[in-house]
């Protein structure tokens, strides 16, 4: 059952408003990806701290209204479901940065700074599903692919 902001974990619970959302939306997310609860709400909620350090008033007050942290999509590729457990990651070029995204997705999962911090965290990403890692130059084409252990 996903959670939502009427049941969520009770380390979630102190939380402010937005941050929470975040949290469970992240959490729900990563659930949806196979990992486990106990990985989950600590990774998402770190995430969903960050997330709300960096984000305007508007980015916020727009997830607010308009975000369920509960919604799935009916569209296999958009991101969260089992059905990209078994999908590579790819590190892509991003406007903010280098970002993670499941092969298939719609959306990505994480922007990184450097392409560095994006490969390690597609690493460990792709790690957990037992997928490989493809790692793309900034024009799009592959630069080269990384085999991960399962």
């Known amino acids: 059952m996903p959670w939502s902001m009427k049941e969520y974990p ?3 619970k102190n939380l402010e408003k937005p941050v929470r959302k975040k949290a469970i939306s992240i959490a729900n997310a990563m659930i949806d990806e196979g990992y486990g609860e106990g990985r989950a709400i600590p990774i998402a909620t770190s995430k969903a701290k960050e997330w709300a350090e960096n984000a ?22 958009s991101g969260s479901g089992p059905e990209l457990t078994n999908k590579a ?11 993670v995204k499941a092969e298939g997705a ?3 999962s994480e922007i990184k700074d450097t392409k560095k ?12 599903k037992g997928t490989e890692v493809i790692v793309h ?3 799009g084409s592959v630069q080269r692919k990384i085999k991960t252990g399962s």
């Open 106 to 108: 719609k959306r990505v």
């Open 10 to 12: 009770a380390s979630l």
């Open 56 to 77: 305007s008033t508007d980015e916020i007050d727009d997830f607010l209204t308009h975000d369920d942290e509960t919604e799935r999509d009916a569209d296999p590729s």
């Open 89 to 99: 990651e790819h590190v892509i070029k991003h406007k903010k940065g280098w970002a």
């Open 117 to 128: 911090e994006a490969i390690e965290r597609a690493k460990e990403i792709a790690a957990h």
């Open 137 to 139: 130059l900034a024009d």
